[in-house]
């Protein structure tokens, strides 16, 4: 069974609209991260959380916003969406705040903006 | 800020032959130094760590060696297989406050049989 979830696995959106990704987590860790990956860049960090307070935040745009509603849920909520803003979004977590512990990736999410 | 560079895009070898991938880093502190493997349609997977206690990390075959004085941590392999195909990233922890992963940029490594 999966221990991370990613929903959906492929999204398509127009630009300016608005859309969440999805992220659940089965491992029982307390820090939750969302990262990007897109042709233009490689895997780029953009949140982090613990017990479900941010706890770093390299994302210029106030556009992205992570929804933490439980423990094991780090959702992220982009709006005014641009075709810049296509790529895929990964979430992981950790067992504990902290780079040093393993994070555990999950499939991704794959954003298209038209 | 902490930075990884990865400056091969692409590897191409047959089965059995040796793997090498070069990664240089910078930082400030101390780091903790990992590779992480990719295949299509997967999240990256941790597959070796090392800190600047143990210096070397070995999995699956896979080793690497932080080297602090040329400030590189080289991943090698004695002979691959066709399953090793994937996309291999180098990255750091960060080490202001630990909460993220800089990686670098990626070496696409294709094994043929």
């Known amino acids: 069974d999966p221990k991370i979830i990613q929903k959906p696995k492929y999204l398509v959106a127009v630009t300016g609209s608005e859309k969440i990704l999805i992220c659940e987590q089965y491992l029982g860790h307390n820090a939750m991260y969302w990262y990007r990956q897109s042709a233009k860049k490689p895997l780029e960090f953009m949140f982090s959380?613990?017990?479900?307070?941010?706890?770093d935040n390299q994302t210029a745009s106030s556009r992205f916003q992570p929804q933490s509603s439980k423990k094991n849920h780090l959702d992220l909520q982009i709006t005014a969406l641009k075709p810049d803003d296509s790529a895929t979004y990964f979430c992981?977590?950790?067992?504990?705040?902290?780079?040093?512990?393993?994070?555990?990736f999950g499939p991704g999410t794959r954003l298209t903006v038209l | 800020g902490d930075s990884v560079t990865q400056k091969q895009g692409q590897v191409t070898l047959s089965e059995d032959d040796f793997l090498f991938i070069n990664c240089t880093y910078s930082?400030?502190?101390?780091?903790?130094l990992l590779w992480y493997v990719q295949y299509p349609g997967q999240g990256p997977q941790l597959l070796l760590k090392?800190?600047?206690?143990?210096n070397k990390g070995i999995s699956r075959g896979f080793e690497a060696t932080y080297d602090k004085g040329t400030t590189s941590f080289h991943l090698q392999k004695a002979s691959v297989q066709e399953s090793d195909s994937a996309v291999y990233f180098c990255?750091?922890?960060?080490?202001?406050?630990?909460?993220?992963?800089?990686f670098g940029s990626g070496t696409r490594l294709l094994v043929s049989p």
């Open positions: 930082t400030t502190t101390y780091p903790t």
């Open positions: 090392v800190t600047t206690a143990n």
């Open positions: 992981a977590s950790s067992q504990a705040a902290g780079g040093a512990a393993e994070q555990f």
């Open positions: 990255a750091l922890v960060d080490g202001t406050g630990g909460y993220k992963v800089v």
């Open positions: 959380y613990s017990y479900q307070k941010l706890m």
